[in-house]
C-alpha cells in the first residue's frame, strides 16, 4: 500500500489536519536524485519509521523537511503550516525538531548549557534582554525543567561535563534532552541508535515509548535496526533510490517482493 | 559608438591583465584552501624585481626584466608557501588561522618592501615617453609597448589554460580544487602539487606586478594594495577557486571599470565595483561559478 | 605641563580608545565568529561622520572639499558619529550575513575596505582626499585650559572603555552570549534549536560597529585631524594583536591585549636603533606587531587569557546521589 498525496476532503467529512504532509518533494545533489517525488502523510500521535538501504535519501528527506537543505522542489506542512524551504531556525520555531546521524553536542560547553540552549523564546537571548538583565527568573524556571530531562534521562552525574567527555551513548541522550527543551510536537530522528551503547539502547527505547502518553507528539525516525523500528513504529515507509516503495506494517511490508528486492544490492538483512 | 567601442577595448584590456593575478590567487585558493591576501605583496615584489633589472646596474631589457619578476616572485612564493603556510595549515587548520596568517604577512611584507624601497616613486624605463606613438585600428587605440605586454598576458594566460587542461599537473590541480579529500585517496601527490602551485602562481604574481608597473607609470610599495582589490573583487565575481571564473570575472571588472567614467568619472570608479559585487551578494552569493553551500571548513 | 606628560596623557588616551575598539573587534571576531579583518574601517566612518558634524561647511572653491558640515557641538557630533556607524553596519551586516559564509565575508570585508580607501584617496570632494579632514574642534576644548582639556578628556576615554567593558561583559554572560557561541561552534546545530545566526550574528556584529564608532569619533575629537593613513589596513593589525595576544573571547583578554601591544610599540621603538629613516622604523614596527601575532598563533593561540570555558550558569551537584536521591540544582556562579 503506496501512500497518497494529500487527500482531498469530501462535502461529509473533515479531515483532520496532519501532522507532516509531503507533496513531491524532489532533491537533486550534484547531478544524482536523491529524493524523487516523495508524498506521504503521518497522522497527529504516529510513531513512523522510515528505512532503506544505504544511498536511498532518508538523509536527505530529513534534511528537506527540516530546512536544512533548502535545494528542493515540493511541498512540505506541518501542522497544516507551509515550511517549504524555509531555513531551519524557523522550522524549529514551528516546534519541528531534529536529532542528526552524528550527535552535534556542543563539545566546549557543559551538559547543562547544552540541554538549555534548547530552550525556547529566552528573554536572555536579545541583547536588551541580556541588558536589562530580565531574564534570569525564566532561566531559573529552564533550569528546573532542563535538571528534570536530565534526571529522567539518567544524565544528572555528568551534568557539569564538557560536552567533550562524554561518551556516544550520552552524547546521544544529551541530543535528545535539548531537543525535547524545545518542547516540539514532532520529532524527527536521525538513526537515534547509531553509537548507543547496547546497555543505553534499551534505556532510549523506553525513553522514546514514554513520549507517546502525549497522543499529539509525532516522530518520524530514520533508523536501520529493525528490531526497533518494530517496537517503537506502527507504520514504516520503504525509501528506495529516492522514491518511496512501500509503506505499512512491518509485517505487511515483509512479505512484498519489491522491499526485499531493494536491500538486495546493499549489506542490510531484512 | 566608437567612444563605446574604444572604452571596451581598453577595459578588455585592463581586465586581460587584471586576469593574470585573479587566475593566480583564484588557484591558490582552489589547490592550496589559502585565501593568501599576501598576494598583494607578491604583485608588488614582482614589480621590485622588474624595477632592480631594469634600472640597476645591469639595465636588463625587456624580456629578462619580466623573466626576473616571474622567477623572483615565484621563488618567494615557493618560500613563504612552503615554509609558512604550509607548517602552518598543519598546526593551526581553522579557517581563522589561516585568514590571520595571510592578513599578517601581507602586512609584513608589504611594510618589509616599504622599509627597503621606502615611498619614492619609481618607474620602468620603457614607460616614459610610451604615450606618444599610439597606433589607431579603425575605433581602437593601441601603443605598441601596450601591445607586446597584451601579448605577454595573451601568453601567459594561455599557457595557464593549456597547462590546467592538458597536463597531469594542471588535471590535478583541478582534482584538488574540487576535492581535497578525493584527490588525496586517488593517490595524488598532493604536497608536490602544492608546491608546484606556489611556484606557478607566483609566476602569474611577478608577471602581473610587471604589468602593472607599466600600467601605472609610476609605482611606489602600494601598488600591490591598490591592486589587490580589483583582484579579489575579480575573484569573487568568478567564484574563489574558479580559475577560469577569476578570469571571465577580471574581464567583467575591467569593462565595467571602464564604462562607468563617463557616467561617473574615474575617481568614482570602486563605486561601480561595488555595484557589481552588491548584485553579486543578491543574486549571486557564491559567484559566477561557485558553488553554494557550506565551506570546507564545516565539520561533519 | 612638560612634553613628557603630553606624551603620556596621548599613550594614556590611546590606550583607553584602543581598547575599546580591541572589545568591540572581540565581541565580533572573538564571541561571534565573524572574521572582519576591516574593522579598522568601521572606526573611520565613525570618525568622518563626527568630522563632517562638528566642522563648518567646505568654503566654497577652496582647496579643502568634503561632503556635510553642520558645526555641530559635542555631544551631537559623537552621537551623530555612532549613528553613522551602526547605519554603515547595519547595511553591511544585512547584505553579508544572510549570503555569504565565513570565507567570502572576510574576503568581501577586506575588499570594502580597500574599495573604500581608493574611493576616498581620489575622489577627494567626499572627505577631501588624502588631506583628509582637520580642525575638528574637541569637546569643550575652548572653556577648559590646555592641561585640564587632557585631564578631561583622559577621563573620558578611561570612563567610555570601562562602560564598554561592562556592557558587554553583561551582554555575553547571558543566554545571548550562550546562544551566540553556539552559533559561532556549530551554526547550524544552533538553527536546529530555533536560534537563528543571521539575527545574533548581526547584533553582535553591531555591537562591535557601536564600539568602533565610539572610539572612531574619540579618537578625531582628540586628534582633531583624520586622514586615510589612520584607517590603512595595518591599522587593523593593532586590534588584531591585542585580541590574538590578550586572548579571543575574553574581554578582559581583549583590555590586556591592548596594553601588551601598545606597550610593545612604544617600547620596541627605543630599542630598534635609528640608523634608518623614519619609514624604516614605523615598517619595523608594523612588522614586529605581525611576527607577534604569528608567534602567538604558532604557540599560545588562546592568547594570554582564554576564552572562559563555560560563562553560563552551572549547576553545582551534590555526589551524594544514592540515598537521598539527587539534590535541586542551584545555579553556581
Known amino acids: ?270 | 559608438m566608437n567612444e563605446f567601442l574604444l572604452l571596451v577595448e581598453v577595459g578588455i584590456i585592463d581586465g586581460a591583465f587584471l586576469a593574470i593575478s585573479a587566475v593566480g590567487f583564484s588557484m591558490q585558493f582552489g589547490v592550496t584552501n589559502y585565501v593568501n591576501f599576501a598576494y598583494a605583496s607578491f604583485i608588488t615584489f614582482g614589480a621590485y624585481c622588474a624595477y632592480l633589472l631594469d634600472s640597476g646596474p645591469l639595465h636588463a631589457n625587456f624580456l629578462v626584466d619580466l623573466v626576473g619578476a616571474a622567477i623572483g616572485t615565484a621563488a618567494l612564493s615557493f618560500l613563504i608557501g612552503s615554509f609558512v603556510y604550509t607548517p602552518f595549515a598543519r598546526r593551526r587548520p581553522q579557517l581563522l588561522f589561516g585568514l590571520v596568517l595571510t592578513f599578517c604577512m601581507w602586512l609584513i611584507l608589504d611594510n618589509l618592501l616599504l622599509g627597503i624601497f621606502g615611498y619614492d616613486y619609481r618607474e620602468l624605463t620603457y614607460t616614459s615617453g610610451s604615450a606618444s606613438n599610439i597606433g589607431q585600428f579603425g575605433p581602437f587605440q593601441m601603443s605598441p609597448i601596450e601591445g607586446v605586454f597584451l601579448l605577454v598576458a595573451v601568453v601567459t594566460l594561455g599557457s595557464v589554460h593549456g597547462l590546467l587542461r592538458y597536463t597531469r599537473l594542471g588535471r590535478s590541480m583541478r582534482a584538488m580544487s574540487d576535492d581535497h579529500s578525493l584527490a588525496l585517496v586517488c593517490g595524488l601527490n598532493t604536497k608536490r602539487i602544492v608546491r608546484l602551485t606556489w611556484i606557478i602562481t607566483g609566476v602569474l604574481g611577478g608577471v602581473a606586478g610587471f604589468v602593472q608597473a607599466n600600467q601605472l607609470r609610476a609605482f611606489d610599495p602600494g601598488i600591490g594594495d591598490t591592486y589587490i582589490y580589483l583582484v579579489i573583487a575579480a575573484v569573487i565575481v568568478g567564484g574563489i577557486g574558479r580559475p577560469y571564473g577569476a578570469a571571465l570575472g577580471a574581464l567583467i571588472i575591467g569593462i565595467v571599470s571602464e564604462l562607468s567614467v563617463p557616467i561617473i568619472g574615474a575617481a568614482l570608479s570602486p563605486v561601480a565595483i561595488f555595484g557589481v559585487l552588491i548584485c553579486l551578494m543578491l543574486f549571486r552569493p557564491a559567484g559566477l561559478f561557485g558553488s553554494t553551500g557550506r565551506s570546507q571548513f564545516e565539520n561533519a | 605641563m612638560g612634553a613628557l606628560a603630553y606624551y603620556g596623557f596621548t599613550i594614556a588616551i590611546y590606550t583607553c580608545l584602543s581598547a575599546i575598539q580591541a572589545l568591540g573587534f572581540n565581541l565580533q571576531f572573538g564571541f561571534a565568529g565573524i572574521i572582519n579583518l576591516a574593522y579598522v574601517v568601521l572606526v573611520a566612518v565613525g570618525a568622518y561622520s563626527t568630522a563632517i558634524a562638528a566642522v563648518a561647511p567646505a568654503p566654497h572653491g577652496g582647496l579643502t572639499q568634503y561632503i556635510g558640515g553642520f558645526g555641530w557641538p559635542f555631544p551631537w557630533d559623537m552621537l551623530f558619529g555612532i549613528f553613522c556607524t551602526l547605519a554603515f553596519s547595519a547595511v553591511l551586516g544585512g547584505l553579508a550575513f544572510k549570503r555569504l559564509r565565513e570565507d567570502y565575508l572576510a574576503v568581501s570585508m577586506i575588499v570594502v575596505g580597500a574599495g573604500l580607501l581608493v574611493l576616498i584617496n581620489d575622489d577627494v570632494p567626499i572627505f577631501n582626499g588624502t588631506s583628509g579632514m582637520a580642525g575638528v574642534p574637541g569637546p569643550f576644548q575652548d572653556q577648559l585650559g590646555p592641561e585640564a582639556y587632557q585631564f578631561v578628556f583622559l577621563m573620558m576615554s578611561a570612563v567610555s572603555a570601562l562602560l564598554i567593558f561592562l556592557l558587554f561583559s553583561r551582554i555575553t554572560k547571558s543566554p545571548f552570549g550562550r546562544a551566540l557561541k553556539a552559533v559561532r561552534e556549530d551554526s547550524d546545530a544552533a538553527a536546529s534549536l530555533g536560534k537563528s545566526p543571521w539575527r545574533l550574528k548581526m547584533s553582535a556584529f553591531l555591537l562591535g560597529g557601536l564600539a568602533a564608532g565610539l572610539s572612531g569619533s574619540l579618537l578625531i575629537l582628540y586628534i582633531g585631524a583624520w586622514n586615510t593613513s589612520a584607517w590603512l589596513p595595518q591599522e587593523s593589525l593593532i586590534v588584531l594583536a591585542a585580541i590574538i595576544v590578550g586572548g579571543r573571547g575574553n574581554h578582559g583578554g581583549a583590555v590586556l591585549g591592548t596594553f601588551v601591544v601598545i606597550g610593545v610599540i612604544t617600547q620596541a621603538t627605543k630599542f630598534i636603533p635609528s640608523f634608518g629613516n623614519a619609514v624604516l622604523v614605523a615598517s619595523l614596527q608594523v612588522v614586529s606587531i605581525g611576527l607577534l601575532i604569528l608567534a602567538f598563533m604558532w604557540w599560545r593561540p588562546q592568547g594570554l587569557l582564554p576564552e572562559l570555558k563555560d560563562q553560563y550558569l552551572r549547576v553545582g551537584i551534590k555526589k551524594e546521589l544514592s540515598d537521598s536521591g539527587p539534590a535541586l540544582p542551584r545555579a553556581v556562579d
Open chain 1, 1 to 270: 500500500m503506496v501512500a497518497s498525496g494529500i487527500p482531498t476532503a469530501t462535502s461529509a467529512e473533515i479531515r483532520p489536519v496532519m501532522a507532516l504532509d509531503l507533496n513531491e518533494v524532489s532533491c537533486s545533489y550534484g547531478g544524482t536524485k536523491a529524493v524523487r517525488s516523495v508524498s506521504f502523510s503521518i497522522p497527529k500521535g504516529a510513531y513512523v519509521a522510515l528505512i532503506g538501504p544505504n544511498g536511498a535519501g532518508k538523509t536527505t528527506l530529513l534534511n528537506c523537511i527540516s530546512g536544512y537543505n533548502s535545494n528542493y522542489r515540493g511541498r512540505v506542512l506541518f501542522d497544516g503550516h507551509d515550511i517549504s524551504r524555509k531555513p531551519l531556525h524557523h522550522v524549529a520555531n514551528q516546534s519541528l525538531a531534529r536529532t542528526f546521524q552524528v550527535p552535534r553536542i556542543y563539545r566546549r560547553m557543559t551538559v547543562v548549557s547544552n540541554v538549555m540552549l534548547g530552550a525556547r523564546r529566552q528573554i536572555g537571548e536579545s541583547v536588551l534582554g541580556a541588558v536589562l538583565g530580565t531574564w534570569r527568573k525564566q532561566e531559573a524556571e529552564n533550569l528546573e525543567r532542563a535538571w528534570a530531562l536530565l534526571t529522567r534521562f539518567g544524565l544528572e552525574r555528568v551534568a557539569d561535563n564538557y560536552g567533550a567527555e562524554l561518551s556516544g551513548g550520552q552524547e546521544r541522550l544529551v541530543e535528545l534532552c535539548r531537543v525535547l527543551m524545545l518542547k516540539p510536537r514532532a520529532i524527527l530522528l536521525d538513526e537515534p541508535f547509531a553509537g548507543v551503547s547496547p546497555a543505553n539502547r534499551r534505556r532510549l527505547a523506553d525513553l522514546i515509548l514514554e513520549l507517546k502518553s502525549d497522543p499529539d507528539f509525532t516522530i518520524l525516525m530514520v533508523e536501520h535496526r529493525l528490531e526497533w523500528v518494530d517496537q517503537l513504529c506502527e507504520r514504516t515507509i520503504v525509501l528506495a533510490n529516492g522514491a518511496v516503495i512501500a509503506d505499512g506494517t512491518l509485517a505487511e511490508l515483509r512479505g512484498q517482493k519489491s522491499v526485499i528486492d531493494s536491500y538486495l544490492g546493499s549489506t542490510e538483512i531484512a
